[in-house]
């Protein structure tokens, strides 16, 4: 079956540097979503990608498709500590609003 | 406007029980999602209700069920628990079936 991996696991990273995370599917995307969940609360919705190549920027926050539309990343320039949570992507099953999320990667902000 | 609501927060069973939890859906939004999360994974997909008709079934046993009411509110139904259902428990809501999913604070159960 679909399956969608991320890497890495965990990341613990200095305020003020840099943190990337790698999303891979086993199978062709016709979107991604990534997500944010905050320790103790709930997936909250950042950006959705659909386009080949795609790339998104919001703030510190930069998020691309690939050209195969297997993969996607997520880069965040000079982390803050409010950065700390654990971010998933998800890609859709074949039809509707079914998605399948990854692994997650969950960053920790030492200030 | 409310955000996604669902209802209980926490809840601790026995295994064998049966539990219903409930979804508010943000008003407007006609497709809800339910989802399973195990502590130090990613949501699982259950189920996808729109229109009251359910779209979508993830890889759960049958004791797992489903339904959505008129208002567009849903409950899932879990029967027979087992250990392992323990999870958090999330309700996703969005205007259509490929719009963008609002998820909702959770019910967290746990099954003694």
């Known amino acids: 079956g679909q399956q969608v991996m991320q890497i890495p696991q965990y990341q613990h990273v200095q305020e003020g540097e840099d943190f990337t995370t790698y999303c891979n599917s086993s199978t062709t995307l016709s979107n991604i979503q990534w997500y944010k969940q905050r320790p103790g609360g709930h997936p909250v919705f950042l950006i959705q990608?659909?386009?080949?190549?795609e790339v998104k920027k919001q703030k510190r926050l930069t998020f691309q498709f690939g050209e195969a539309k297997k993969n996607s990343s997520l880069h965040i320039t000079a982390t803050q500590t409010t950065d700390v949570g654990t971010y998933f992507c998800?890609?859709?099953?074949?039809?509707?609003?079914?998605?399948?999320f990854g692994t997650g990667t969950s960053l920790t902000v030492i200030p | 406007d409310a955000g996604v609501t669902q209802s209980p927060t926490h809840l601790i069973k026995t295994r064998g029980q049966h539990v219903t939890l409930r979804c508010s859906p943000i008003s407007g939004h006609k497709s809800v999602s339910w989802y399973q999360q195990v502590l130090g994974q990613g949501p699982q997909f259950i189920f996808q209700y729109y229109e009251k008709e359910e779209r979508g079934r993830g890889n759960f046993p049958d004791r797992f069920s489903a339904r959505q009411f008129p208002n567009y509110s849903s409950e899932l139904n879990v029967n027979a628990l087992l250990l392992g259902d323990s999870a958090l428990y999330l309700c996703a809501s969005s205007l259509g079936r490929t719009d963008t999913q609002y998820f909702g604070p959770g019910t967290r159960l746990t099954v003694l």
């Open positions: 998800a890609g859709p099953r074949n039809t509707g609003n079914q998605f399948y």
């Open positions: 990608l659909v386009k080949s190549g």
